[in-house]
């Protein structure tokens, strides 16, 4: 699922903002999990990954900008 498809937005406080969401309409719904709920929690996880996809990029980028910075030294 690609970041522009997500029905949220992908930060950490967006994802923990509907997880809280979701959790407290099933809680009003007295347990019942609908699909929309499920959507909700599987767009989480995709922001969940995209960001940690992310982070994984932005620490190999630093190591090689750190590696260079030793290589002109």
Partial sequence: ??????????????????????LANIEIQKGAIWWDDIEKIEHCIAALEILEEEEKENKLLTNKIKTLCKNLN
Avoid: S
């Avoid at 970041?3 to 406080?13: A, F, T, V």
């Fill in 1 to 22: 699922m690609r970041k522009e498809n997500l029905l949220i937005d992908c930060n950490i406080k967006a994802i923990k903002e509907r997880l809280k969401t979701t």
